[in-house]
């Protein structure tokens, strides 16, 4: 297990910010990994980037000590709670574990709408399917046995929880993080590929069907695609020689994105003799880009409030609604979107110059923007995603309606 300590004001010295100093006072008395100081004074001044850091440090490092009690009971019996609903899985790990931490394999099961006996049986045969030369491989057991067992609006809070506890417990890298899938779960990884793309680092599709959805989330997610070329039923070759295609077009007209393998087995009918297993090697290839240039965000009918460094206030995600968004000059932020009108810009440094004003633009109107690092903004990043990586200091919500036509500006603070 990997132990997470907090930074004691005497370590950080005499000269320790005074908000800072408060942010450590604070978490000292703090309990709860919910708790936020968000409405305290202090957490609301600006603060910069060596603060902004150090904070960020701290807050995780608090949370996660936090969370580690209930994290631990759901890790030692091997489950993951949501609701009503649990999830069981086993894992296995492989290799030495590399500098930066261990890669982490999620790998869903066939089956479907069929008895219970049914699906344990492709649960425990997923377990042994692949062995990652390094990682953790987990095998999830599907909380349902419905046809859609793997794209249910449940699954994706109980991954973002899987990721967490293997972070917590067997030092996984957030940042090396892969889904795949076989059959059913080659439809779970169509499906969870697109609107958890920013949680991943890459994905792999084993003969399954993606139904409704559609590819454009993929933007920045390296996505492979398996298939026996004889695999007929619900035309799963012919439409994977579709996606093939789709993929190709799109990787055509946005050459830094969209990159993907499509390998189609002409011999192979549903089982594929584990040749597919060369998806493993592949996908560990990769690493997380969690602040890309260009999002493509599709809305899935299950809605997300995150993705990347794009976002929307709570409450106010549109169904199958379809957003670009781009770092298009210098501090500057152009998104276009049909249907979604107010979002959520997820800052930091990697992203913009947090000190210098920041324009974005909103389908072709713009506004300027005078940003600042305040670390009530770190929590309230945290709150949106468990996720280190994504623990920003400044969340700035724009709108169509605060943006004026190109050419003129209005600052806000």
Not at 193 to 202: D, G, I, K, N
Not at 277 to 287: D, K, Q
Request: charged share 25%.
């Amino acid at each position: 297990m990997v132990c997470f300590l907090l930074h004691s004001p005497s370590r950080l010295g005499a000269d320790t910010p005074a908000v800072i100093n408060s942010l450590e006072k604070w978490l000292g008395e703090a309990d709860n990994p919910s708790d936020s100081p968000v409405d305290e004074e202090w957490a609301r001044e600006g603060i910069g980037t060596d603060e902004a850091a150090t904070a960020q440090s701290l807050i995780w490092s608090w949370f996660l000590e936090k969370s580690l009690p209930a994290l631990r009971g759901e890790f030692e019996s091997r489950r993951v709670s949501f609701g009503d609903l649990e999830m069981k899985y086993e894992y296995r790990v492989f290799g030495d574990r590399p500098e930066g931490g261990r890669r982490l394999f999620i790998s869903m099961h066939g089956g479907g709408n069929a008895p219970s006996r049914v699906n344990d049986r492709q649960w425990q045969n997923q377990i042994g399917l692949y062995e990652p030369e390094e990682g953790v491989y987990v095998a999830p057991r599907a909380p349902t046995d419905t046809w859609n067992l793997w794209h249910q609006e449940h699954i994706d809070p109980m991954f973002a929880r899987l990721i967490l506890q293997m972070v917590a417990f067997e030092d996984v890298n957030p940042d090396r993080v892969y889904l795949m899938g076989y059959s059913a779960g080659g439809d779970g990884v169509y499906q969870l590929a697109p609107r958890m793309a920013s949680w991943l680092a890459a994905a792999s599709m084993m003969a399954g069907h993606p139904n409704e959805t559609r590819p454009d989330g993929l933007r920045n997610l390296p996505f492979a695609l398996y298939m026996g070329g004889k695999d007929a039923a619900y035309n799963r070759n012919q439409v994977a020689a579709e996606w093939k295609d789709m993929l190709g077009d799109l990787n055509k007209k946005d050459a830094d994105g969209y990159v993907h393998k499509v390998v189609i087995f002409p011999d192979f009918g549903h089982w594929m003799q584990k040749q597919d297993a060369e998806a493993l090697p592949w996908m560990s290839g990769f690493t997380r880009n969690t602040t890309p240039d260009r999002i493509v965000w599709l809305q899935d009918d299950v809605l997300h409030e995150a993705f990347y460094w794009l976002g929307v206030p709570k409450g106010k995600a549109v169904a199958r609604s379809l957003t670009v968004a781009s770092v298009s000059g210098p501090q500057k932020i152009s998104i276009a979107s049909e249907d979604q009108d107010v979002f959520l810009l997820f800052l930091s440094d990697n992203l913009v110059d947090l000190d210098k004003p920041v324009i974005v633009e909103i389908n072709n109107s713009s506004a300027e923007y005078q940003v600042r690092r305040t670390v009530a903004d770190l929590f309230r990043s945290l709150e949106y995603r468990k996720d280190r990586s994504y623990m920003v200091p400044v969340i700035l919500e724009v709108s169509a309606d605060s943006t004026q036509p190109a050419g003129a500006a209005s600052d806000q603070p």
